[in-house]
């Protein structure tokens, strides 16, 4: 019996990214010729290692993915997209927006998508990193003027009492005529050879759909990441980030992507635009 190939993939420890893994991480498909080890680390970390070119498979930030697109192609499915919604700035009393040009706004890492919005809408934002689990306590104790929060914090943030100041997923989608905002994708690194990079990536499509087909059961896999939420609050929350979208760009989700750069290239946050190539 010949070796299966081991292919590590690298993701948040989130719900979320749980139940699109779901079917890989529980062997519901079948996977030969690859063996896959599953590598959990917050998105800051998983940022850092791709610069590196540590792992096969990692999910990233769209922010990180031009520093490391001579290593890693996009794969077509595993994106993460907020449709409407995405990171929030939040505050302990009622701000409009344009505090955020005045004060300090804790934000979850460099190179997240969600300081990239942030810094398109306001370039000059003042701003210190702390891990994106700090960045909600830190606002409810004053430690902090605003916080940008991620994942689960979008929708738990008003039981700690804290109010919206910004979600710039809404904002995003008024800017650009209806585009969602691209958070985060899946990228596979080219030196695994064009062959490997297409099996791969129909897998990784394979196990979504598994999922998505599957929901009482990958949902219920997806509970144990979800940091206290209760199973309809990380139900909703998985439904905002794994989706048709999240399956296949499709049209909307590319020329979203490509949006973004742009936009970033334009206020001088980027130097260049990366050349997008998805594996197909």
Same mark, same amino acid.
């Given at each position: 019996m010949s070796q299966k190939?081991?292919?590590?993939?690298?993701?948040?420890? =989130?719900?979320?990214?749980?139940?699109?893994?779901?079917?890989?991480?529980? @062997?519901? #498909?079948?996977?030969?010729?690859?063996?896959? @080890?599953?590598?959990?680390?917050d998105i800051q970390t998983l940022n850092q290692k791709a610069l590196d070119g540590i792992y096969e498979v990692s999910a990233i930030s769209m922010h990180a993915f031009p520093q490391v697109a001579h290593r890693y192609a996009l794969l077509k499915s595993g994106a993460s997209m907020g449709d409407g919604y995405g990171p929030m700035v939040i505050a302990r009393e009622a701000y409009t927006p344009d505090v955020i040009k005045e004060k300090t706004v804790a934000i979850p890492g460099l190179l997240t998508t969600a300081f990239l919005a942030l810094k398109i809408f306001e370039p000059k934002v003042k701003y210190q990193v702390m891990p994106f689990q700090e960045i909600l306590p830190a606002v409810q104790r004053g430690d902090v003027d605003l916080g940008l929060i991620i994942h689960e914090g979008q929708l738990t943030y008003g039981q700690s009492g804290l109010h919206l100041v910004l979600d710039l997923g809404v904002w995003w989608k008024e800017r650009t005529g209806g585009l969602p905002l691209p958070l985060g994708g899946n990228v596979i690194r080219k030196d695994l050879g064009e062959d490997t990079c297409r099996k791969v990536a129909r897998l990784i499509r394979d196990g979504i759909q598994h999922s998505l087909d599957h929901r009482p059961e990958a949902l219920d896999y997806a509970l144990s990441f979800a940091r206290g939420m209760?199973?309809?609050?990380?139900?909703?929350?998985? +439904?905002?980030?794994?989706? =048709?979208?999240?399956?296949?760009? +499709?049209?909307? +989700? @590319?020329?979203?992507?490509?949006?973004?750069? =742009?936009?970033?290239?334009?206020?001088?946050?980027?130097?260049?635009?990366?050349? #997008?190539?998805f594996v197909e």
């Open positions: 190939q081991l292919i590590r993939i690298a993701h948040s420890p =989130d719900s979320d990214d749980a139940f699109m893994f779901y079917a890989l991480a529980k @062997e519901r #498909i079948d996977t030969n010729p690859f063996q896959f @080890e599953h590598i959990l680390s209760d199973p309809k609050t990380a139900d909703k929350f998985v +439904g905002m980030y794994v989706n =048709d979208l999240t399956l296949d760009y +499709g049209s909307r +989700g @590319e020329k979203a992507l490509h949006r973004l750069f =742009d936009e970033a290239v334009e206020k001088g946050l980027l130097p260049k635009k990366p050349e #997008i190539a």
